[in-house]
């Protein structure tokens, strides 16, 4: 069975949640503390999402320091499949295995809604089980989300398909070209702000004109990841 | 105490919204004239002891690689103050 890991950090809100989502994927959820130096043989790591040494100095700036980013750091340089989500996307690019980072959001206010998102690259190992192009509603919930980076990354980007996911409809944090995710080049790290793991299970997702709660769009984010660590044993 | 002062600014072309909104509550409150903020960050490091060149590139380096993240932000100085 697919093992991944579950990184909690002090202030981490959505471990839990990320956990669950693994279980429901039909993966073994394992979780990692920031203190651990190993990640315990998992096949792939989930930073959730949250907060982390209370962000005071910038979104995900001390976490990064901590010692299992050490070790995820190693594992995504390898190949390892890491996922990034709202703090943990920030973690991402503070430890720089994304390019970029995250402001406040341009009008100021935490935002808390159900999003809409393109999936732009399906080919990650986050990604595969969508199809390009598909949309998918999942929550958002952030005051620090405003995706910068400077134009000539903004334009690599864009040109080696690495905007993994864009808003649609309402660009919510004054993201730069409505990212709302990005992968590396190998297509094994991918961060994102909103939540799929708030998203998984029906009777707890994201309303829909047709069903309350039952959105489940982001479940596809875990089984893409479970069926790739299978496939390849 | 001896201390290393370290300034760290929004670069200038990265949109800063706090200091945009503290730009237009001034004139709100009636403070007129100013036609931009920008907000930042000032880190006070209290030294025990004598500010050495090594500590001082110690700062400097902690400004680089911790305080501040060169994606967005400039490190404007780092000064010693008595």
């Known amino acids: 069975m697919a093992r991944i890991g579950v990184v909690t950090f002090p202030g981490t809100l959505d471990d839990r949640d990320a956990a669950r989502a693994v279980r429901l994927a039909g993966g073994e959820a394992v979780n990692l503390f920031h203190t651990d130096a190993s990640l315990q043989d998992v096949d792939a790591v989930v930073l959730p999402g949250g907060f982390s040494y209370g962000d005071y100095l910038r979104a995900g700036a001390i976490s990064r320091f901590s010692p299992i980013m050490e070790a995820v750091v190693d594992a995504a340089k390898g190949g390892m499949p890491v996922l990034g989500i709202c703090n943990g996307f920030q973690v991402l690019t503070e430890v720089h295995l994304l390019p970029g980072s995250m402001i406040k959001n341009d009008h100021l206010h935490f935002v808390c809604r159900d999003q809409v998102l393109r999936v732009e690259n399906a080919d990650t190992a986050w990604t595969t089980d969508y199809e390009a192009g598909q949309e998918i509603t999942i929550p958002l919930k952030n005051q620090d989300g405003q995706y910068v980076a400077d134009e000539r990354t903004l334009d690599e980007l864009e040109a080696e398909g690495r905007v993994a996911f864009r808003y649609v409809g309402w660009n919510p944090n004054g993201s730069r070209r409505e990212i709302a995710g990005i992968t590396n080049e190998r297509g094994n790290v991918v961060g994102l702000m909103p939540h799929p793991e708030h998203a998984v299970e029906p009777g707890f997702g994201p309303d829909s004109i047709l069903n309350g709660r039952r959105g489940t769009d982001g479940l596809a984010f875990f089984t893409s990841a479970v069926k790739a660590l299978v496939a390849t044993g | ?82």
């Open chain 2, 1 to 82: 105490m001896p201390t290393i002062v370290v300034h760290v600014m929004p670069k200038p072309e990265i949109l800063d919204p706090q200091g945009k909104a503290v730009g237009a509550a001034l004139p709100r409150l009636g403070f007129e004239g100013f036609a931009s903020v920008r907000q930042g960050k000032r880190f006070e490091l209290t030294v025990d002891g004598d500010v050495t060149q090594e500590l001082l590139a110690q700062a400097r380096d902690a400004a680089e690689t911790m305080l501040s993240n060169p994606v967005i932000e400039d490190v404007v100085a780092v000064e010693v103050v008595d």
